[in-house]
């Protein structure tokens, strides 16, 4: 437990004062900075001639109580999403070429930023006690774009200190005085944040049942702790801070799957894992390394989960709302590798950065607002892109606490067949109702999927979510019976049979039946996933339901070309003629229907070239049935 290190006294003597804690060189350290590659030097300061003279829109009212009235907040988004990004990028040119000439422009953003109302989202709002409308200045609520913003003035403050001492201390002096008002005052002396977790209940019958933090822990947690930091000068309560911040890091990470996998999906690696790993490393560097948890079997098992799920190419096993295609940090991943000692780990960033950037350059100048995350990554341009690194993807993964399921055909390549599949319960972060699902990749190809989620709306948080259709178990591959789908809620869950690992395959059996209600009429539901090495992808389910009978549907999702020809099913990935894979199946039980979905969602459709395909397999049961559906090569 990382509390349990040091008392909030103790502390205050392993901590250094906030004028001598120096994790990284200030703009005015010319040497580091000189040292950053040319590629990526052109790239970051040709980023942020582009955000010169910007605009920075002012955050109108009208955005907050549009989204009160209709959910809808893409009003405020469509301003938001350039503030911090463009801040970023100017203190970045700045820090790179040292002449001043982004100092104007980044006081004109440091200062529009601070006379906002507030730093969050309208959709958050629901913190305050006021609830959703206008924010309430004397009631600052601390959630994610808060503490993101609290961390992106910290960084420029401590970066270019000097040069905006230079035109006047005041512009520092506005910094960590909305700092402290927004997120120092109120994260200590508030314990009734939901993220903190310090209010949580625990149902000690039912682990299912245990309520856990989400990603907001690490992500709010680590940019306290940078604000922190970099602007108290009040050693006592800078002490008292991080003390609670290692408290909650520790309700985050008691909380955490001890497979280490993250059940939000890959994409909230990003902002779990991920910020996990920056709020440890910044204590490690913090304390002289008085702090170092990253021996810990558990710590490193959360960093290896990104390796783990990732598929071939962009892909990833997606779940929950996660992308299929999520947007992996290389820098992260390579500096989580380092600090556990895994090679594979530090191998995938480099891969990463080699293959998934269009230079080496955009390792660093991407669109976000995290500094604390840019600065490591541009300082290490040159050590985190040395050509040559290849993906671990290990042959087999089984993550038992999460029943998460990635194996291919042979250790370290994308070639031949590739099977994921979970189990899980319903209730999981972000969750889908899709426990059971399963997906195939053939020859780094996508063959079977989840589809992923769609861009948020007013839907996306409330209790009318699973209306929506990525949310839905028919819309996985999955089946549904009498119409029935499987429901949101812990108490719908898959029950672990039997994981079976051998050189020649590897077979995973769930029983499924509480994952669907009562009214489903299923009395017992097993499902077997089987990988023969070399050969084929076997998914088996042995079933009783009702004696009345009940017409069932498994769902296929598929980004492929389909064709139907007699018990089979040929799958095309396109934009190839001509079929890859084929489903099999028992055509004299079962009768083979072909959906189009055409996605316009401006998030979904790229990642499946705008269309899907929802095979059905229709038949009927009544008492105990069999069936076993096969991919195999064309």
């Given amino acids: 437990m990382l509390s349990e290190f040091f008392s909030p006294e103790e502390l205050r003597t392993v901590l250094p004062p906030r004028s001598e804690y120096t994790p990284y060189p200030t703009a005015s350290e010319r040497d580091r900075w000189e040292d950053v590659p040319d590629p990526t030097r052109s790239s970051v300061i040709e980023d942020a001639e582009s955000n010169l003279g910007f605009e920075w829109p002012a955050f109108r009212p009208r955005f907050f109580l549009e989204f009160a009235r209709t959910g809808v907040r893409q009003l405020y988004l469509d301003v ?3 503030h911090l990004p463009a801040l970023a990028s100017l203190v970045l040119g700045e820090c790179l070429e040292g002449n001043g000439r982004f100092l104007a422009d980044i006081i004109d953003g440091v200062w529009a930023i601070c006379e906002q109302s507030y730093w969050g989202h309208p959709h958050h709002l629901s913190m305050q006690s006021a609830g959703p409308g206008l924010p309430d200045v004397d009631d600052p609520v601390v959630n994610l774009y808060v503490g993101e913003t609290a961390s992106a003035l910290a960084w420029t403050s401590y970066l270019l200190r000097d040069q905006l001492d230079a035109v006047s201390p005041l512009i520092t002096k506005r910094i960590e005085t909305e700092i402290e008002r927004r997120v120092l005052e109120p994260c200590l002396r508030r314990d009734d944040f939901g993220w903190m977790g310090f209010r949580q209940t625990e149902t000690k019958t039912d682990p299912w049942m245990r309520r856990r933090v989400n990603n907001w822990n690490a992500w709010i947690n680590s940019n306290w702790l940078d604000a922190s930091l970099l602007c108290d000068s009040d050693e006592r309560r800078r002490a008292e801070s991080v003390h609670k911040i290692m408290r909650g890091l520790d309700v985050f990470i008691d909380g955490y799957h001890d497979d280490g996998a993250c059940d939000e999906g890959p994409t909230y690696w990003g902002h779990a894992g991920a910020c996990l790993f920056q709020a440890l490393s ?3 560097t913090a304390t002289g390394g008085k702090i170092d948890v990253f021996t810990d079997e558990k710590i490193a098992a959360i960093g290896r989960f990104i390796a783990c799920v990732h598929i071939t190419g962009p892909f990833f096993y997606g779940f929950a709302d996660s992308s299929p295609t999520p947007n992996v940090d290389p820098s992260i991943v390579y500096r989580y590798g380092t600090a556990t000692h895994e090679q594979s780990l530090m191998e995938f960033g480099r891969w990463l950065a080699e293959t998934r950037r269009p230079s080496a350059a955009e390792i660093a100048a991407e669109k976000s607002s995290n500094l604390g995350r ?4 541009l300082l ?8 040559g690194a290849r993906p671990p993807l290990p042959r087999d993964v089984w993550m038992p606490d999460t029943q998460i399921l990635v194996s291919r055909d042979a250790e370290g390549i994308d070639d031949g067949f590739c099977l994921m599949a979970k189990g899980g319960h319903n209730a999981e972060s972000h969750n889908h109702n899709d426990v059971g699902s399963f997906g195939v990749f053939l020859d780094g190809r996508p063959i079977l999927v989840d589809p992923g989620v769609e861009t948020y709306n007013k839907k996306t948080f409330s209790p009318d979510r699973y209306d929506l259709w990525t949310m839905q178990s028919a819309y996985h591959n999955l089946p549904t019976v009498d119409g029935i789908m499987q429901e949101a809620g812990a108490e ?6 039997a994981y079976k690992r051998e050189n020649a395959q590897t077979e995973l059996t769930l029983d ?16 077997t996933f089987r990988i023969v090495r070399g050969a084929r992808i076997t998914v088996t389910d042995e079933y009783t339901v009702s004696s009345r009978g009940c017409d069932i549907s498994f769902t296929l999702m598929t980004p492929c070309e389909t064709k139907i020809d007699s018990g089979r099913i040929g799958l095309s990935p396109r934009p190839e003629t001509g079929d890859r894979a084929v489903v ?4 004299s039980s079962l009768r083979a229907e072909i959906e189009q979905i055409e996605l316009t969602d401006t998030k ?3 990642v499946w070239n705008g269309r899907l395909s929802r095979v059905l397999l229709h038949g009927r049961a009544s008492g105990s049935q069999r069936t076993e559906i096969t991919v195999e090569r064309a």
């Avoid at 719908?492 to 049979?497: G, I, K, M, S």
């Avoid at 099999?584 to 055509?587: E, R, T």
């Fill in 584 to 587: 099999v199946f028992d055509s």
């Fill in 492 to 497: 719908f869950r898959a029950v672990v049979v």
């Fill in 512 to 527: 499924l039946r509480r994952a669907y209600p009562e009214s489903s009429g299923i009395l017992e539901w097993t499902r």
């Fill in 380 to 387: 290490s341009t040159a050590e985190l892109t040395r050509p």
């Fill in 282 to 284: 910044t204590l490690r």
């Fill in 604 to 606: 979904l459709a790229p």
């Fill in 374 to 377: 840019h600065v490591p990554a």
């Fill in 80 to 82: 938001a999403r350039g």
